[in-house]
């Protein structure tokens, strides 16, 4: 990611040659009598400006990620000067953006962070005796501030849940600055608070419906004189976004797509550009050797902290390639949101549930299969913290009587999930190319609101949009979960489809992490035997054992839970110092 690494407080010469330990060769770097401030990644994603005061060189500003204003109806990507003018401003009116950022504000006084208002960008901060520290790696800053675990009355919905249910942060003596978050330091008090998100946060939208504005979000690269490539897969979200290219008739685009040449979604991709003529790029990541790979992982892991198994880092491995050809990334993330096809057993079974049923009878309709790793005793912990984060998160949404079922998981998935999912690669991503993705703007998702749901429903609103825009598009069969199926299937056909498909044994198999896996035999075998291993208390280590044993004795099907385990274990090691 795009990287910031921050200071406020009293640090010596030695303080220094740590922080620069730990955070590397920055771009940009500040060093005041009590503040230290260093943020690295590409140039154009970590601008910084100190005359933020003219004739004052203690004043100025740093901006990590992606900020996206709008000036009328056209969106542009903020440059240097627009973050001048706007952090200017004694209050800057942040809420107006889009994109994703996390921003650092001084003066000789007083010293500000902000983040953006989905919470895609997150800082995480932490106290010594003798200063305040905050990063946007949360790696960074358990390494630097030392004596730190794994909270797992936080981690808890993480691991057990669809995703993390809090704003809170996962490892102990830390804080985590995320939605519409503001950290300010002033003398010797700080004070932190996050802005949970609302679709009726203020914000100047012009006069247009939802179509008008995901069409301005997905083209104004373009009409800024800027290449744009599109993440294409098989599925309904990305060719929504290309509906639109080749609605436009501007040019300067193009297509690219990750995966083996036999992966369903790599086919459909190949075939809808073959047939149109799109200029088509394929990424197939080589699995790194075992000798660069631990390393890899390590930095892997500390990003992405436990969202994703370890090995799924591979399939991202070509984000300079895109950054050297001057392209801006878009791709089709959180277009689930949209089309409603999140949190489906909680939508058919739960409505009642959580007008105030048991909360035990929510869990098992947001409940994911990770890896069986722990113990009882801190599953129990696990599972308890869980469950009390969903009554919180019951009672601090609006009721669903007041806002309806299908707002309440909206606002379920916006608080929740974006915070805690997407975000982590998103961030990651920053530091290797430009990227947004145009279906989780704050200016779409407000709009989103003011969409009938009867026109959300059964993927109706995407599936009318394909057709208006570039009718072909729908006659190309579309891939889920692994699955080709035709494109008009409704949500609950769709489901049908999958499921008796998958029994047939007609769903693609992805053997990568398996592969993966293989290539690390020795490495992980090696550490399921360390003494860390046997010895952290809230393993069930016989359990560990089996899995890593078994995969390497011929069971692959092992693969899901080992890779899961690795991720985890790897977590632990970085963050209590191993």
């Known amino acids: 990611m795009s990287w910031l690494f921050g200071i406020v407080g009293k640090y010596s010469v030695a303080d220094v040659e740590k922080f620069e330990s730990i955070h590397g060769k920055p771009i940009h770097k500040i060093q005041l009598s009590n503040i230290y401030i260093a943020a690295g990644g590409i140039k154009e994603t970590c601008l910084c400006s100190t005359d933020l005061v003219p004739s004052n060189q203690s004043a100025g500003w740093l901006a990590?990620?992606?900020?996206?204003?709008?000036?009328?109806?056209?969106?542009?990507?903020?440059?240097?000067?627009?973050?001048?003018?706007?952090?200017?401003?004694?209050?800057?009116?942040?809420?107006?953006?889009?994109?994703?950022?996390?921003?650092?504000?001084?003066?000789?006084?007083?010293?500000?962070?902000?983040?953006?208002?989905?919470?895609?960008r997150n800082l995480f901060l932490t106290q010594t005796s003798n200063y305040w520290a905050f990063s946007t790696r949360l790696d960074w800053i358990a390494r630097l501030r030392g004596n730190c675990q794994i909270n797992f009355e936080e981690f808890g919905s993480r691991w057990l849940l669809v995703n993390q249910l809090s704003q809170e942060s996962i490892v102990t003596n830390t804080k985590r600055l995320t939605q519409g978050g503001i950290a300010e330091w002033t003398a010797s008090v700080i004070s932190v608070k996050n802005h949970p998100w609302e679709p009726n946060m203020p914000l100047d939208l012009p006069n247009e419906d939802f179509n008008d504005t995901l069409r301005d979000l997905v083209l104004f690269p373009l009409r800024n004189n800027q290449k744009l490539s599109l993440a294409l897969s098989g599925g309904v979200d990305s060719r929504v976004l290309l509906s639109i290219l080749l609605c436009s008739k501007l040019d300067n685009w193009s297509l690219h797509t990750v995966g083996e040449a036999d992966d369903p979604d790599v086919r459909i991709a190949k075939q809808i550009s073959a047939e149109l003529k799109a200029e088509h790029?394929?990424?197939?990541?080589?699995?790194?050797?075992?000798?660069?790979?631990?390393?890899?992982?390590?930095?892997?892991?500390?990003?992405?902290?436990?969202?994703?198994p370890a090995s799924h880092f591979v399939k991202h491995r070509y984000y300079l390639e895109l950054h050297g050809q001057g392209k801006i990334v878009i791709d089709g993330g959180q277009g689930e949101v949209v089309r409603r096809e999140f949190f489906n057993r909680l939508r058919f079974r739960g409505g009642k549930i959580l007008t105030g049923g048991n909360i035990e009878d929510i869990f098992p309709l947001i409940f994911r299969d990770r890896a069986p790793i722990f113990n009882d005793e801190i599953m129990k912990i696990m599972k308890e913290s869980a469950l009390e984060k969903i009554r919180m998160l019951r009672e601090d949404l609006p009721s669903v009587s007041s806002v309806g079922l299908a707002h309440w998981l909206?606002?379920?998935?916006?608080?929740?999930?974006?915070?805690?999912?997407?975000?982590?690669?998103?961030?990651?991503?920053?530091?290797?190319?430009?990227?947004?993705?145009?279906?989780?703007?704050?200016?779409?998702?407000?709009?989103?609101?003011d969409v009938p749901i009867s026109e959300r429903n059964n993927g109706k609103l995407f599936s009318r949009m394909v057709k208006q825009n570039y009718k072909r598009l729908a006659t190309y069969r579309r891939v889920k979960n692994g699955v080709v199926l035709p494109f008009e299937l409704s949500t609950i056909a769709s489901r049908l489809f999958i499921n008796l498909n998958s029994k047939l044994g007609r769903s693609y198999s992805d053997t990568s992490a398996a592969r993966f896996l293989e290539s690390l035999a020795d490495f992980v075998q090696d550490t399921a035997h360390s003494a860390a291993v046997k010895n952290f208390e809230y393993y069930d280590y016989p359990q560990i054992l089996k899995i890593v044993n078994g995969f390497y004795s011929g069971n692959k099907s092992l693969s899901h839970e080992l890779d899961w385990w690795l991720a985890f274990e790897i977590f632990r090691q970085v963050v209590y110092g191993k």
């Not at 890899?296 to 990003?303: F, K, P, S, T």
Request: net charge negative; with cysteine; aromatic share 12%.
């Open 64 to 120: 990590c990620g992606v900020g996206i204003y709008r000036d009328g109806h056209q969106f542009s990507i903020m440059t240097s000067s627009h973050w001048q003018k706007l952090l200017s401003e004694t209050s800057p009116p942040l809420h107006h953006l889009n994109g994703h950022f996390a921003v650092v504000k001084w003066t000789e006084n007083q010293v500000t962070c902000f983040t953006d208002q989905l919470g895609f």
């Open 410 to 449: 909206d606002l379920f998935i916006i608080r929740t999930g974006f915070p805690n999912t997407t975000n982590l690669e998103q961030s990651r991503s920053d530091a290797e190319l430009v990227n947004y993705m145009p279906f989780a703007q704050p200016s779409l998702l407000r709009k989103l609101f």
């Open 281 to 308: 790029q394929f990424f197939n990541p080589a699995i790194p050797g075992p000798d660069e790979a631990p390393d890899l992982i390590r930095d892997y892991v500390g990003q992405s902290l436990v969202r994703l």
